[in-house]
């Protein structure tokens, strides 16, 4: 889905019921969903029915925020609906949460989350893209002159290339 100049993939889900698919099959389904996203530099955005609460951590743990958490139930006493996000982040406040009053179009209550561009991801890139260029704007006997740099960064090369390396790791 383009979004002005951007692009979000989206999926809809519907993994299998508890009823037909044992939770070993659903965790199947769910890898699956992970790892075909996980090829894509766009942010993904995984929505749906998963029919199941406990499936969300393998989600977390592949670094998407899940802003459905704790929206409580969605069919009779459970939590099945969610809504996960890969650079996106959830805006607002309350940033999701469950359409009780939408009756009679499934079993399932429809599940809603406020996204905005998450910046992190970029900004992390940029900082290290300027930490590798920042090393070579100070070369050996450089020092000396006004300067708002700290003396140390020429008295204590090596500490200072430490520091750098470190940094960049």
Do not use: C
């Not at 599940?111 to 070369?139: C, D, M, Q």
Request: hydrophobic content about 40%; cysteine-free; overall charge positive.
């Amino acid at each position: 889905v383009r979004i002005g100049e951007r692009s979000v993939v989206i999926y809809s889900v519907h993994l299998g019921s508890p009823l037909g698919t044992g939770g070993g099959a659903r965790r199947e389904q769910a890898e699956a969903l992970r790892d075909d996203a996980a090829r894509l530099d766009e942010p993904v955005l995984l929505a749906g029915d998963f029919n199941s609460k406990g499936i969300g951590e393998l989600f977390v743990a592949a670094g998407y925020a899940w802003p459905t958490r704790a929206i409580g139930r969605t069919v009779g006493l459970f939590s099945f609906d969610h809504v996960f996000a890969r650079g996106l982040a959830p805006a607002g406040s309350p940033s999701a949460g469950v359409a009780r009053e939408a009756k009679g179009a499934s079993d399932h209550r429809p599940v809603w989350a406020t996204l905005r561009w998450a910046v992190v991801k970029a900004s992390a890139t940029t900082i290290a893209e300027n930490l590798k260029k920042a090393h070579g704007l100070f070369p050996a006997g450089s020092g000396g002159g006004e300067s708002r740099a700290k003396p140390e960064i020429w008295t204590d090369a090596a500490g200072f290339d430490k520091q750098m390396k470190e940094a960049q790791a």
